[in-house]
């Protein structure tokens, strides 16, 4: 497990299969649910980075299965997680969708934030692509933020009126040409997520030039 998952780091992905099944084969003769959940979480990993939807899906549930029987609630969110990027990715909304609501009901009983946060995206993700925009007040009440988070919908600071002391933002950032080399794992998001134009700061260029009210 832990080769095939170094072998995935150097994007030796064909080396990174080849042990990662091996190792699932070993936990599953072992009987050792732990191991076996673990590997066929990496499996699917490596199978979404190609671009192998159908059989990242597969070993996505094949890790669900197993994690569900163990008491290892952070990986089950995350097996669940991983595989409603996977099911987003292939345009499979609900399944997409119900992979979410079930991995962010686990965050938030752990209380494990950074998992919350995540998944409040990805949520609201499907519901944009659904153009069920209305549905993303309901999202933010489920988890109990309407007192931290309040949505504007705006290009830029077009809709916004107020004045703010800090602005945390993350706008595509790469250049054109670095998007169109991108190695097949960086494709995961929309292209829109990365393609910052020609110097890869179009967006950050309006932002800073029509930033007039903020501090």
């Known amino acids: ?4 998952n170094a072998h995935r780091q150097l994007g030796n992905l064909e080396s990174a299969l080849e042990a990662l099944l091996k190792s699932a084969e070993v936990a599953v003769k072992a009987e050792s649910l732990d ?3 673990a590997a066929y979480l990496s499996i699917a990993d490596v199978y979404s980075i190609i671009e192998n939807y159908n059989n990242a899906e597969i070993y996505y549930n094949k890790a669900i299965i197993s994690l569900r029987k163990i008491n290892d609630s952070l990986r089950l969110a995350s097996a669940l997680l991983n595989a409603g990027d996977t099911y987003f990715t292939n345009k499979k909304y609900d399944a997409a969708l119900q992979n979410f ?6 965050f938030k009983k752990i209380n494990f934030l950074n998992g919350t946060a995540y ?3 990805n949520v609201g993700m499907v519901y944009a692509e659904q153009g069920k925009d209305a549905l993303a007040e309901k999202n933010i009440a489920e988890y109990e933020l309407e007192n931290r988070v309040k949505l504007i919908k705006s290009d830029i ?3 916004l009126s107020a004045s703010y002391d800090l602005i945390l933002t993350n706008p595509p950032y790469v250049p054109r040409q670095d998007v169109e080399e991108f190695p097949p794992e960086y494709r995961h998001e ?7 134009g020609e110097d890869g700061l179009d967006l950050v260029h309006r932002i800073l ?7």
């Open 190 to 196: 929309p292209e829109c997520a990365f393609d910052g």
């Open 119 to 121: 998944n409040l995206g």
């Open 209 to 215: 030039g029509e930033d007039r009210k903020s501090t």
């Open 101 to 106: 609501e079930e991995s962010g009901l686990i």
């Open 35 to 37: 191991r076996e959940g």
């Open 1 to 4: 497990l832990i080769k095939g």
């Open 157 to 159: 600071y077009q809709n």
